[in-house]
Structure formats: structure tokens, C-alpha cells
């Protein structure tokens, strides 16, 4: 059975600093960003809120959706967590 993946996206704040990421498991994966768990830019920088995520059915495609949406520039990042997330809120609790 293939692994579904994700991407997506935490901040530190509404129009803060942004980070990309991809896992298999989002639920898991946002609540070590969350608790600065791993050391790395996302605790560095305080990127704790999950503001957008997409779903795929496997992990392969995730990833290329990751390494394409790395090279967007950051109005267009900012434009798809807006159109999902008006209000920047932490979607974490939506995933339980």
C-alpha cells in the first residue's frame, strides 16, 4: 500500500516567516513544529502554526508539489494559504 503525503505550510504569525514542508504524517509532523521538537529552521524561526496543507495520494507527488512550490515566490505562497486560511489559524486541531 503506497503512503499518502502532504505538504504544507507553518508560520510564525500572519505574514510571518514561512516554511514548506512534506510528510507522510501531518498530524504528527505539525505537532513537532509545534513543540520545537526538531532542531531546524522552523524552531529557529517560531514556525509553529499550520496555516496550509494539500493531500495527495502518494508521497512521491507530494514531493514534487513540495520542490516546485519552494521555488514559488512568497506572494503566491501567501496568495494559496489565503485562499484556503483567511484568518492564518491553526488548522492542527482540524486534522484530530
Not at 510564525?12 to 505537532?31: C, E
Not at 507530494?62 to 494559504?81: C, L, N, S, T
Not at 483567511?86 to 492542527?92: A, E, I, R, V
Request: hydrophobic share 40%; aromatic share 12%.
Amino acid at each position: 500500500m503506497e503512503k499518502r503525503g502532504y505538504v504544507y505550510i507553518m508560520a510564525s504569525r500572519p505574514n510571518g516567516t514561512l516554511y514548506i514542508g512534506v510528510t507522510s504524517n501531518l498530524l504528527k509532523r505539525a505537532w513537532e513544529h509545534r513543540e520545537g521538537v526538531i532542531n531546524g529552521f522552523t524552531k529557529r524561526y517560531g514556525c509553529k502554526l499550520l496555516v496550509w496543507f494539500e493531500a495527495y495520494d502518494r508521497i512521491e507527488e507530494a514531493i514534487v508539489r513540495e520542490k516546485q512550490m519552494k521555488e514559488w515566490r512568497r506572494a503566491w505562497k501567501i496568495r494559496r494559504i489565503v485562499e484556503m486560511n483567511p484568518g492564518w489559524q491553526d488548522l492542527s486541531p482540524t486534522l484530530a
